[in-house]
């Protein structure tokens, strides 16, 4: 019968191989852990950021003029935002508005986010959150 190459000769003790196993393993487990914490949260927050954006041009289409289209969108941005979690204060918002469409820009600073201090453990998502969301006006 021919036997496996092994590193431990036959008939030897075996106890703590596991915990050996598990010490090699560890480091990239626990790594693996704090990217899909850092990368989930920064992901739930770039959805977040494009539903606002979304969310106020389509506000913003029941202005008659860009003045009013822009007030529309930033007053509805500026109330749904704690509402996603986020902070005002961080969310930049600018809104374009054409005879032909509606463009609103929402850039949202994670930098001091407290998911990104863990960023420093893994390679590092971006710290500014852009999203664009346009609306076409008429000629359907």
Known sequence: ??????????????????????????????LMMFALVVYGGWFWMAYSVQSLASEGARAAIAGLDPAERETLARGF???????LGLQAERAAVQVE???????VNVAYDVSDHPLMALSALVPSPPRVIRRTAVVRLGGY
């Open 1 to 30: 019968m021919r036997r496996c190459f092994s590193l431990l000769p036959s008939g030897r003790d075996r106890r703590g191989v596991a915990a050996i196993e598990f010490a090699l393993v560890a480091p990239f487990l626990l």
């Open 97 to 103: 508005s054409t005879t032909g469409v509606i463009r």
């Open 77 to 83: 941005i500026d109330a749904q935002v704690g509402d």
